[in-house]
């Protein structure tokens, strides 16, 4: 929503959100003659004179606005667009052309569901098809309804009214920016109000989640892999409006996968990740089985793996620090394992 008013006329805007004509009223911006027109583009057409005269402050102005129409909709109890509720997958057919074994899987809000499968097998293409909206216009035939409907054509084609957010297996930059021009760009497209607390956050997070710490002042395209991939999942789970989140293979980053996902799952989305990693499978409330580009089936996570999922942990806890150290140059000997997988003065596993 934060970008319609530079997407949509006053007019539809005044259709959309017909109490914004009171604030307009209040705040004395007269737009008739502007009707036509973006929010954004009346704002603009004042001159550096009437600026100073008046001292409209662009950036409040949209700040207010946005908040007021929030508040409005909150108010009058309405749902907006990007109120994502629920994801529904519709069966389309594996690579054989055989339908698939389901009629429809429904994703709700704040749920994350993984996705297994050989490798080869159509995982990337199950994100891409929700990437797209499929309508069974896709080589799997699927279709995918947001809130129960064919969800609107804007979400395909606007870049900026994102339904999706995907974090996909390379990432690679382009642009000649230090991390700190990037999210400040970036935050400032998003329109939210304190940029510069807004990317300190976005920095802490994202080193929380790397190795090696990065700096306002690096460059993006001296980023590392891993890096420039925490960077993008704490910028998602910070600034993204996006209500679905599609990951693919975040265990080959070499970031902090646990944390990652938990900073995605807190920001009230939904979240689909594909992976070959069993802790990643295994966080998820269901799994999606994937066999010869079909879902073959769909898996409750059960009390029992849970349990499980917290060795599978403990080990993952190990082993991160047999990494930690050899990244530091230690060596590693027996002694060392078996002093963090015995529980002290006995002979019996900690895991
Ligand atoms: N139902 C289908 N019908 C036709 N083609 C399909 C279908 N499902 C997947 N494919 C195609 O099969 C190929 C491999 O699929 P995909 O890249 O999704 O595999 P993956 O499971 O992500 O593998 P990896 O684990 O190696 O990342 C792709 O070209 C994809 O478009
Ligand atoms: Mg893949």
Do not use: C
Not at 3 to 24: A, D, H, V
Not at 78 to 91: F, G, Q, Y
Not at 167 to 192: G, I, P, W, Y
């Amino acid at each position: 929503m934060n970008n319609m008013l530079y997407n949509i006329s006053i007019r539809e805007l005044l259709q959309k959100y017909p109490f914004t004509l009171g604030y307009f009223e209040e705040n004395r911006l007269d737009v008739k003659g502007f009707e036509g027109n973006t929010f954004i583009e009346y704002l603009n057409h004042f001159t550096q004179e009437e600026v100073e005269e008046w001292a409209i402050d662009r950036e409040k102005i949209i700040k207010d606005l946005l908040e007021y129409i929030d508040k409005m909709m909150d108010f009058l109890g309405l749902e907006d667009n990007h109120n994502v509720e629920s994801l529904t997958i519709i069966a389309g057919r594996d690579k054989d052309g055989n339908p698939e074994k389901f009629r429809e899987i429904n994703i709700n809000k704040s749920q994350i569901v993984s996705i297994v499968g050989p490798t080869g097998s159509g995982k990337s293409r199950l994100l891409a098809d929700i990437e797209w909206a499929a309508r069974r216009d896709t080589p799997t035939g699927r279709a995918i309804l947001i809130n129960g409907e064919i969800p609107d054509t804007k979400w395909r084609f606007s870049s900026n009214n994102k339904l999706v957010a995907q974090l996909s297996q390379n990432m690679n930059f382009v642009m000649d920016l230090t991390v700190e021009e990037f999210l400040k760009l970036h935050a400032q497209s998003r329109m939210v109000g304190n940029i510069d607390k807004v990317v300190q956050e976005i920095i802490k997070a994202g080193n929380n989640l790397a190795g090696e710490e990065f700096q306002l002042d690096t460059n993006i395209t001296s980023l590392s892999g891993g890096q420039s991939r925490a960077l993008m999942i704490a910028d998602t789970a910070i600034l993204s409006s996006s209500p679905i989140v599609l990951i693919d293979e975040i265990e080959n980053a070499g970031i902090d996968r646990k944390k990652a996902l938990e900073l995605l799952i807190s920001s009230d989305k939904i979240v689909l990740i594909a992976t070959h990693d069993p802790i990643l499978a295994l966080m998820a409330d269901k799994r999606i089985v994937i066999k010869n580009g079909g879902i073959d089936r769909v898996i409750e996570t059960s009390e029992e793996e849970k349990k499980v999922l917290r060795e599978l942990e403990k080990m993952d806890r190990i082993i991160q620090n047999m990494r930690n150290d050899l990244r530091n140059g230690l060596s590693i000997d027996n002694e060392k394992l078996t002093k963090q997988i015995l529980v002290p003065g006995t002979n019996l596993l900690t895991y």
